[in-house]
């Protein structure tokens, strides 16, 4: 069904989205559906995020994953930070190679290496990956990590639900990142040299309960296949992002992968915007359909502050949010030509819980960091 839109300007507004706007007004875009639907610039005399306080529990939360528990022995032992009916999010330490093998039942499952290298050795060979990799593993997946260096991973995943890649639309399907670019494991030597005949254990989390199955041998025991599913790893460096010299292109366009129910996001180095009288910092905005999850994986990210590789924040549907005060004053005074970030955005169309592990890392100062 058609939306109700009429198109319209009230008062003293912009010709155009993110340029050219009114002397001493902020910019806060209104919309739908995240940034796919329809959408208003309202134009304000003070900052959409200049609140003196917020009270109950509707405000911006940050966490610091550096001040989670020691290593653990595999993904579901890692602790689970936020969840919704279709979504799950973890952060998986490895320090040792995994004794076991897990498979999630539930849905697909994306990592995003943060740290380390290893090897994943799967029901479809083996994939070396190293610090930036994402790793997609198809529901059902049998899997386990040989450690290199210490693995420090987020893990999401796409509860009841497969992992695809975004439309493309007018930029063609080798936008962002051109599919050939994805790898996939591989049945070669060490893949082979690891079948054995021990005792292994196939750890499977299904409806969120445990069970353990045990094999006389090494189900990893294939010697070949054939098909169109498969795990696949991508790095943030193939990644060419979308961009315009003269318009703050919205964090949608920097999709990576998209379930039913939320997407992510990559954003990595780009050119600043070059034309005078357009935003160079993201605008405000109050996308009340979705939460705002992103994870910070290098850089220095420039619309915020006293924000470092591995934290994350989340800003929930309900409140406007945009760039800190300091981006702001400094908005005109870029740091070179490139922005210097690499991080994760995951926008869930249903509202995140937080549980109490990811409580127990949170930065209770953050929402007073807009003043």
């Avoid at 198109?7 to 995240?34: F, W």
């Avoid at 129910?261 to 780009?270: A, K, M, N, S």
Wanted: charged fraction near 25%; aromatic fraction near 10%; charge should be negative.
């Amino acid at each position: 069904m058609p939306w109700i839109q009429i198109p319209k300007v009230e008062g003293t507004a912009s010709r155009q989205a993110h340029a050219d706007l009114p002397a001493n007004t902020y910019e806060r875009e209104l919309g739908k559906e995240g940034f796919y639907g329809p959408a208003t610039q309202m134009h304000h005399r003070h900052p959409p995020t200049g609140w003196s306080a917020i009270e109950g529990p509707l405000k911006p939360h940050a966490f610091d994953t550096q001040k989670l528990d020691a290593a653990g022995e595999g993904p579901w032992q890692s602790p689970l930070l936020f969840s919704n009916p279709a979504i799950r999010i973890r952060f998986l330490k490895l320090a040792n190679n995994m004794d076991h093998l897990a498979r999630n039942a539930d849905g697909d499952e994306l990592l995003f290496i943060h740290r380390g290298a290893g090897d994943l050795y799967c029901d479809y060979g083996r994939l070396t990956f190293r610090e930036g990799d994402y790793l997609m593993l198809p529901r059902g997946t049998m899997w386990r990590i040989d450690v290199k260096e210490a693995v420090g991973a987020l893990m999401i995943e796409a509860t009841e639900d497969s992992y695809r890649l975004p439309e493309k639309g007018l930029v063609s399907h080798q936008a962002i990142f051109d599919p050939a670019i994805l790898d996939t494991p591989k049945i070669d030597e060490a893949f082979l040299a690891q079948q054995d005949e021990s005792a292994w254990r196939v750890v499977v989390k299904k409806k969120n309960d445990l069970s353990t199955l045990t094999y006389p041998f090494n189900p990893l025991d294939a010697v070949g296949w054939h098909g169109t599913l498969m795990p696949v790893r991508l790095n943030w460096r193939d990644i060419r992002p979308l961009m315009s010299h003269r318009y703050h292109v919205p964090p949608s366009a920097h999709t990576t992968f998209a379930a039913g129910r939320f997407v992510v996001c990559t954003f990595v180095p780009r050119p600043f915007e070059s034309d005078p009288h357009v935003l160079n910092v993201p605008f405000f905005h109050s996308n009340d359909d979705y939460d705002e999850l992103i994870f910070y994986h290098a850089g220095q990210f420039f619309s915020r502050d006293h924000i470092y590789p591995g934290m994350m924040t989340l800003h929930p549907g309900g409140i406007p949010h945009g760039p800190h005060p300091k981006a702001l004053q400094n908005a005109e005074k870029k740091r070179g030509t490139m922005t210097d970030e690499v991080a994760v955005m995951v926008d869930t169309r249903d509202a995140l819980d937080v549980t109490d592990e990811a409580r127990a890392i949170e930065w209770a100062g953050y929402v007073d960091s807009w003043k």
